[in-house]
């Protein structure tokens, strides 16, 4: 391996990827198109080989959440339909109709700013119509007050020149909780969903593409499939309910035991001398650090795993290194590798224990951290320091 990969490395099983595309696909059914989410470079797993992968395998759609991530994708030779999710600036609409970027929309203003500057262009921006159905963030309101307003503004927006409306969508505030409230509010957000579309339908206003179920849907309700499903976090194999559906990680994120220190017992260890040593002990000193990701809140909490067992992160975790406690692991020596989240140390119960979610952690994972892509095993492509 390179100098640089003998630091810190995350590899990308392509094989997990697939395994979770297909599980997937068999539990919405096959009428229902897969949409992968990889905005955010494919949460922190490299969007360019991850919708590569997933292009290869069949999916017809991407999703990403600014313009520069889809212009990314196009350069690196993707070809599959992209939906912008997030905010583009109207004076980007040019060239979102240029890498055939698909827009969600939000409201009218934002239609009509996006026709004028299409039709400026010369040419057709493909929109799918984003609705609110109570997550509160962008999109036409569809509760009772709202509705026949947003009704009417629907049918104006898809009405305008320079626009193509393909789709219509609507995106989930707890699909992912299992509690009695929880699915009483996913369930009402889906009525409020088809009753929209359903009325518009009956207006004469039919969309190829209807879609709501991301991966808190895609687990608890998969009746809610349509015509595409929009998974992020579970296509990952991350998350309690990849794991309930029996999918698997794709990121492993390794270190390697840089130096080792024997250290007598009463011995501070890292800034603010928040551990000390009670027996005579043999400390690792691991090459990452928060600045590659490894959340400091994690310090004198979480665990790398090696063959021979857990060893704890002990003392406060600083920007490049961190201390891990080898005692009583003697088979553990300078230049072995250890797994900082994967297969065998979850990166949910890492999240559990910083207090956030999992997918801040792999969000994480910083352009300092090389990518290393498997497949059947055997690496087939990497993505060194300072991508792009
Ligand atoms: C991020 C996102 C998703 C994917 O969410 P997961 O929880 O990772 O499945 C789906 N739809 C929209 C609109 C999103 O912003």
Not at 101 to 109: G, H, P
Not at 196 to 205: D, I, N, W
Request: charged share 20%; aromatic share 8%.
């Amino acid at each position: 391996m390179d100098s640089t990969l003998r630091r810190t490395w995350a590899e990308i099983d392509l094989d997990a990827l697939a395994h979770n595309y297909r599980a997937l696909r068999a539990r919405m059914g096959e009428q229902s198109r897969f949409l992968g989410v990889v905005k955010a470079d494919a949460y922190g797993h490299g969007a360019v080989e991850v919708s590569r992968t997933l292009e290869e395998l069949g999916a017809e759609y991407l999703a990403v959440s600014n313009l520069d991530e889809a212009l990314e994708l196009r350069q690196g030779g993707v070809s599959l339909p992209i939906l912008q999710l997030g905010l583009t600036p109207a004076d980007q609409t040019a060239q979102a109709i240029a890498c055939r970027v698909t827009q969600a929309v939000w409201s009218e203003s934002a239609a009509l700013a996006f026709s004028r500057e299409a039709q400026r262009a010369g040419g057709t921006l493909k929109i799918h119509i984003k609705l609110d159905t109570g997550m509160s963030r962008l999109g036409f309101p569809c509760d009772g007050g709202s509705f026949d307003a947003s009704l009417e503004a629907i049918r104006r927006v898809c009405a305008l020149p320079g626009l193509e409306a393909e789709g219509i969508f609507t995106h989930f505030a707890v699909s992912d909780e299992a509690d009695e409230d929880s699915r009483a509010y996913t369930l009402r957000q889906y009525r409020q969903f088809t009753a929209m579309t359903e009325s518009l339908a009956g207006k004469g206003l039919a969309f190829a593409i209807r879609h709501c179920a991301n991966s808190g849907a895609a687990a608890g309700y998969p009746q809610f499939a349509c015509d595409m499903f929009r998974p992020g976090i579970v296509s990952y194999g991350i998350g309690h309910q990849a794991e309930d559906l029996g999918l698997r990680p794709v990121m492993t994120l390794k270190t390697v035991v840089g130096a080792v220190r024997e250290l007598p017992e009463d011995t501070a260890v890292s800034y603010g001398c928040t551990f000390r040593t009670a027996r005579p002990s043999r400390i690792g000193v691991l090459p990452i650090g928060y600045a590659d990701g490894l959340h400091r809140t994690l310090s004198n909490r979480w665990q790398v795993w090696t063959p021979w067992g857990t060893a704890p992160i002990v003392g406060r975790i600083c920007m490049d290194m961190c201390m891990a406690d080898l005692t009583g692991l003697p088979q553990v020596r300078e230049g072995g590798e250890v797994e900082v989240y994967g297969i065998h140390n979850s990166v949910n119960d890492a999240a559990r224990l910083a207090g956030t979610i999992s997918y801040e952690l792999t969000c994480a994972v910083s352009r300092r951290v090389p990518r290393v892509y498997f497949r059947s095993g055997r690496e087939v492509a990497r993505e060194l320091l300072l991508r792009g």
